[in-house]
């Protein structure tokens, strides 16, 4: 939403131009904010009143408030941005404004231009030539670029929570905890993913290693095969421990069967070993090396798989991202078009991913621990639902509702 | 006694086009126009009030029309900020000829336009202020506040009646005449509730200027063509004078424009 705060001043209220500029406002589709009004005691005292005016689209706005500047309206006046340049490369000068996930405008010669992408923890770069105001990491940064520095002439635009109970996501708010029933919940999200899908809007799952180690990969494989997803975000320790399930039936040797470890690490590290042998998990596939799991159901339905690799890898699958900065630029490039994110059993990832999500787009964080619920939870506080409970029990009934009626196994 | 400034018609033609009564195609005449004048010029002479002249100056045809000159007030003369510059020439001489008459000449700020006693009329102690075409709503906060007077800003929303004076006359009883769709419904609202006799005119009279009266006391003068409008003026008691104006219609002004009052009214307490 573009603003811009009005003043008007004179007897408004006799001549009924404040009801007349309220009314062009809305009958525009625009919409106002009384901030402050004071009306005259006596006869010819004059009154004042403060509007913010807001509208869908800059010029929208331009044209409305040139319409209303024919009725005596007075654009208050507003303050640009001030901005200062970055010392040094990788460094922001002192003061630096700290973006939120909020839409953010910033007022760069007396006009307000929108802060693109939408990014937590970052500063904000202004390039007077283009118009454009950008959200920059500390890697993002060179020397010399103009950033905004102190709160003057910024303007933050919190996410609305709405006021039609549409979805899951509006009538269920916060966490669900481990003693509270989930069923009814997880209907509800599940008609939400159909919607999803119908719209052709991007699901992402974020899968932690407890999926497959709980045996609860064979549901999710039912919700990729049932195409409820459309890219998987992933560490290496996933990825391993489903290509050691899918060679080995095992996971950090441990059996889903026997309950009990056969071989200890090593299959873990015999499995890393043949999809780095095949060429990949692509390439594995291809060749029949992986011939079931999660990965081999992302390959075979075209999910965009993203791994990114951590400090504790012993040795990546191929195609993982290693590079911690560069790991952060691919998952905000593949986040970029996700409306529904589904984070599931993985506190790292799921807080990294959380971090880098749009105000906008809908999340639903699953753990079995509940500081790393709460913690998810936060940052995205209108757009979310948290529950606590075991991975497997959530997914299977999710797979239950979505993937065709197939019994439970 | 009512005091009247007129300008004498010397100069007055269709020179340009500034309104969607004017065409330079469509001449005024200039021996019928000398004629109207004088007639209006007689007629408000043997009314109770004192006429007085402004020497016209060429190329300044519309300087005929002094309603457009400025609003006096008591002692104070707010001389006009024509938004056209065919116009603007006239401003000098009309407050140099206020000023060596003796009133007090308060200036709005340039930017504001406002045209005068065109745009601005009252009604008891409310000062009815027409916008849009002419004059500024911001010049009507202004002459509010150098007035200490309730200004009621209300928006013309059809160019034939482009100025106030052009379809909205007070009465001294309280009440006025008026065609309500040259206002816009906020317009319409805001005038009845502050006047609660009104008497609408209808569209074809309204076409022949009659919103455009001076009214002295129980005396009106206004433009001929208003049979229902004089009847019902006439029923409340007043004298209805009817006067040939279509040279000056013409221009779109008639009686009311080529007439200023000075004051309009006594300064507000």
Same mark, same amino acid.
């Given at each position: 939403?573009?603003?811009?705060?009005?003043?008007?001043?004179?007897?408004?209220?006799?001549?009924?131009?404040?009801?007349?500029?309220?009314?062009?406002?809305?009958?525009?589709?625009?919409?106002?904010?009384?901030?402050?009004?004071?009306?005259? $005691?006596?006869?010819?005292?004059?009154?004042?009143?403060?509007?913010?005016?807001?509208?869908?689209?800059?010029?929208?706005?331009?044209?409305?408030?040139?319409?209303?500047? $024919?009725?005596?309206?007075? *654009?208050?006046?507003?303050?640009?941005?001030?901005?200062?340049?970055?010392?040094?490369?990788?460094?922001?000068?002192?003061?630096?404004?700290?973006?939120?996930?909020? $839409?953010?405008? !910033?007022?760069?010669?007396?006009?307000?231009?929108?802060?693109?992408?939408?990014?937590?923890?970052?500063?904000?770069? !202004?390039?007077?030539?283009?118009?454009?105001?950008?959200?920059?990491?500390?890697?993002?940064?060179?020397?010399?670029?103009?950033?905004?520095?102190?709160?003057?002439?910024?303007?933050?635009?919190?996410?609305?929570?709405?006021?039609?109970?549409?979805?899951?996501?509006?009538?269920? @708010?916060?966490?669900?905890?481990?003693?509270?029933?989930?069923?009814?919940?997880?209907?509800?999200?599940?008609?939400?993913?159909?919607?999803?899908?119908?719209?052709?809007?991007?699901?992402?799952?974020?899968?932690?290693?407890?999926?497959?180690?709980?045996?609860?990969?064979?549901?999710?494989?039912?919700?990729?095969?049932?195409?409820?997803?459309?890219?998987?975000?992933?560490?290496?320790?996933?990825?391993?421990?489903?290509?050691?399930?899918?060679?080995?039936?095992?996971?950090?040797?441990?059996?889903?069967?026997?309950?009990?470890?056969?071989?200890?690490?090593?299959?873990?590290?015999?499995?890393?070993?043949?999809?780095?042998?095949?060429?990949?998990?692509?390439?594995?596939?291809?060749? @029949?090396?992986?011939?079931?799991?999660?990965?081999?159901?992302?390959?075979? @339905?075209?999910?965009?798989? !993203?791994?990114?690799?951590?400090?504790?890898?012993?040795?990546?699958?191929?195609?993982?991202?290693?590079?911690?900065?560069?790991?952060?630029?691919?998952?905000?490039?593949?986040?970029?078009?996700?409306?529904?994110?589904?984070?599931?059993?993985?506190?790292?990832?799921?807080?990294?991913?959380?971090?880098?999500?749009?105000?906008?787009?809908?999340?639903?964080?699953?753990?079995?621990?509940?500081?790393?619920?709460?913690?998810? *939870?936060?940052?995205?506080?209108?757009?979310?639902?948290?529950?606590?409970?075991? !991975?497997?029990?959530?997914?299977?009934?999710?797979?239950?509702?979505?993937?065709?009626?197939?019994?439970?196994? | 006694? #009512?005091?009247?400034?007129?300008?004498?018609?010397?100069?007055?033609?269709?020179?340009?086009?500034?309104?969607?009564?004017?065409?330079?195609?469509?001449?005024?005449?200039?021996?019928?126009?000398?004629?109207?004048?004088?007639?209006?010029?007689?007629?408000?002479?043997?009314?109770?009030?004192?006429?007085?002249?402004?020497?016209?100056?060429?190329?300044?045809?519309?300087?005929?029309?002094?309603?457009?000159?400025?609003?006096?007030?008591?002692?104070?003369?707010?001389?006009?900020?024509?938004?056209?510059?065919?116009?603007?020439?006239?401003?000098?001489?009309?407050?140099?000829?206020?000023?060596?008459?003796?009133?007090?000449?308060?200036?709005?700020?340039?930017?504001?336009?406002?045209?005068?006693?065109?745009?601005?009329?009252?009604?008891?102690?409310?000062?009815?202020?027409?916008?849009?075409?002419?004059?500024?709503?911001?010049?009507?906060?202004?002459?509010?506040?150098?007035?200490?007077?309730?200004?009621?800003?209300?928006?013309?929303?059809?160019?034939?009646?482009?100025?106030?004076?052009?379809?909205?006359?007070?009465?001294?009883?309280?009440?006025?005449?008026?065609?309500?769709?040259?206002?816009?419904?906020?317009?319409?609202?805001?005038?009845?509730?502050?006047?609660?006799?009104?008497?609408?005119?209808?569209?074809?009279?309204?076409?022949?200027?009659?919103?455009?009266?001076?009214?002295?006391?129980?005396?009106?003068?206004?433009?001929?063509?208003?049979?229902?409008?004089?009847?019902?003026?006439?029923? #409340?008691?007043?004298?209805?004078?009817?006067?040939?104006?279509?040279?000056?219609?013409?221009?779109?002004?008639?009686?009311?424009?080529?007439?200023?009052?000075?004051?309009?009214?006594?300064?507000?307490?």
């Amino acid at each position: 939403m573009f603003s811009e705060t009005i003043e008007l001043r004179g007897h408004i209220i006799d001549s009924l131009i404040l009801p007349k500029v309220l009314d062009q406002i809305l009958t525009h589709g625009a919409n106002f904010k009384i901030g402050e009004i004071k009306i005259g $005691q006596k006869r010819a005292d004059q009154s004042f009143a403060r509007i913010e005016v807001s509208a869908q689209t800059s010029d929208a706005l331009d044209d409305l408030i040139l319409r209303l500047r $024919q009725h005596g309206a007075e *654009v208050a006046e507003r303050r640009d941005a001030q901005l200062a340049p970055a010392p040094a490369d990788g460094v922001f000068p002192p003061e630096f404004y700290v973006m939120t996930n909020q $839409q953010t405008f !910033v007022r760069v010669d007396g006009k307000e231009i929108e802060v693109r992408p939408t990014m937590m923890d970052t500063a904000i770069a !202004v390039d007077r030539k283009k118009r454009a105001a950008r959200a920059v990491k500390f890697f993002d940064v060179r020397k010399g670029d103009e950033i905004v520095v102190g709160h003057q002439g910024v303007r933050v635009v919190p996410v609305q929570r709405a006021t039609s109970r549409t979805d899951v996501f509006q009538f269920i @708010n916060t966490i669900v905890d481990a003693d509270e029933p989930k069923s009814a919940i997880i209907r509800e999200l599940a008609e939400e993913l159909r919607r999803v899908r119908k719209a052709k809007s991007k699901i992402a799952v974020v899968a932690g290693p407890a999926i497959v180690r709980t045996g609860a990969g064979q549901h999710l494989v039912r919700l990729i095969e049932a195409g409820y997803v459309d890219r998987l975000f992933a560490g290496n320790p996933f990825a391993s421990y489903d290509v050691e399930r899918a060679l080995f039936g095992t996971s950090l040797g441990i059996s889903l069967d026997l309950a009990f470890a056969r071989g200890g690490r090593e299959n873990l590290m015999r499995a890393v070993n043949a999809i780095r042998a095949a060429g990949g998990i692509v390439a594995a596939v291809e060749k @029949n090396v992986l011939t079931n799991g999660i990965l081999h159901a992302c390959v075979r @339905n075209n999910v965009d798989i !993203v791994l990114v690799g951590s400090i504790r890898d012993e040795g990546s699958i191929p195609g993982a991202t290693t590079d911690a900065i560069e790991g952060q630029k691919v998952l905000r490039e593949k986040l970029a078009d996700v409306t529904h994110a589904l984070l599931l059993a993985t506190i790292r990832h799921s807080l990294a991913v959380a971090s880098m999500l749009a105000p906008t787009v809908k999340i639903v964080c699953v753990d079995i621990d509940a500081s790393a619920v709460e913690r998810v *939870v936060e940052q995205q506080p209108l757009q979310s639902i948290g529950m606590i409970t075991d !991975v497997e029990p959530f997914l299977l009934e999710l797979a239950d509702c979505l993937a065709d009626s197939r019994s439970r196994e | 006694m #009512r005091e009247l400034l007129l300008c004498p018609p010397d100069y007055y033609g269709i020179e340009y086009e500034i309104n969607p009564w004017m065409s330079v195609a469509r001449a005024a005449d200039t021996p019928a126009a000398q004629e109207q004048w004088q007639h209006l010029h007689a007629t408000l002479s043997q009314l109770n009030c004192k006429v007085h002249l402004i020497a016209p100056q060429p190329r300044l045809p519309d300087m005929v029309f002094t309603a457009n000159a400025g609003l006096t007030v008591g002692r104070k003369f707010i001389p006009s900020n024509f938004r056209h510059k065919e116009r603007a020439g006239e401003q000098p001489f009309f407050a140099k000829w206020m000023e060596q008459h003796g009133y007090e000449v308060n200036w709005l700020p340039e930017k504001l336009y406002f045209e005068g006693e065109g745009d601005a009329l009252f009604g008891g102690d409310v000062l009815f202020c027409g916008y849009k075409f002419r004059s500024d709503i911001q010049s009507h906060r202004a002459l509010a506040e150098m007035l200490g007077s309730l200004a009621v800003s209300v928006e013309l929303v059809d160019p034939r009646f482009y100025h106030l004076d052009t379809c909205f006359c007070p009465l001294p009883d309280g009440g006025a005449f008026w065609f309500p769709d040259a206002f816009d419904e906020y317009g319409q609202r805001a005038i009845r509730e502050h006047l609660t006799d009104l008497i609408d005119v209808a569209p074809e009279e309204a076409m022949h200027f009659s919103c455009n009266a001076v009214v002295i006391e129980e005396d009106i003068v206004l433009p001929q063509g208003a049979p229902q409008l004089v009847n019902k003026l006439q029923e #409340r008691g007043y004298r209805c004078y009817q006067l040939p104006m279509t040279e000056f219609i013409k221009a779109g002004g008639a009686c009311k424009c080529l007439t200023m009052f000075m004051p309009q009214r006594q300064a507000l307490e």
